[in-house]
């Protein structure tokens, strides 16, 4: 088993990230503006990617305010299917600082790169998200490869 | 033992990111501006951070033009002595892609993450300096936290 790890600080508080993990508009504003929910605890991720519509169903297993948000993915490409995203946040002076997960990955296969790089950028559209009040969601997310 | 795993593919040929992997001016370029070369086969990398000084010295193990650069730390903090950092080139039309690994680390502390965020913003600095002459090597690197 192998993990993808992050950590970022925002300027702003733990309950504004909280606010943008936990929120359709929230989560819409950082990863991708196709987000909805699906009901039964489900959030719907969509992205349109040269190959077609592809995306992720996060079903959402813990959350505590300020603190943890805990996914797992329910549906989406066949590596991602049954892994598990965690969020940990933690105020340190003026930063709500984010520890990042993607644990339970069968094998690092070059897909797993890429979703690494991948991560980064989104977590750094959040940061930007609950600082300025503007992310990078896609389909406005920085394309890292031909890949996207 | 866990590693950081990134991919970026940068509209460029491998010769040209190879070079930028190799060269001081290269490294200088997206990594940071203080890139020395120590003797020994031993690149030497300084940062100047709100701390003091840090950094890492780099002893180059194999490099295959085109395709393989792969450093051992050789000096720099205690989680990176030991460990090995891998740059896989290939090209894949017009993308020069690269598959990163920074292997061997001993457990995921919480600077692992923080390493593994800011490697995806080094190497997205990578990307840009091949694509259009201009990266952003520290002291110019994105800040992503309030470990910097």
Known sequence: M????????AESSTADVYRALTTIDGLAGWWTEN?????????????????GEDGFDMKVLETE???LVHWEVVQGPEEWIGTHVRFELAQEDEYA????RHEGWKEAVPFMNH?????AMFLMSLKRLVETGKGEPAPHDVQISNWH
């Open 2 to 9: 192998v993990d993808i790890l992050h950590r970022i600080g």
């Open 35 to 51: 987000t909805t929910a699906a009901g039964d605890d489900v959030i719907r991720f969509r992205f349109a990617l040269p190959q």
């Open 65 to 67: 305010p300020g603190t």
């Open 97 to 100: 600082v984010v520890m990042f």
């Open 115 to 119: 979703c690494s790089t991948k991560w």
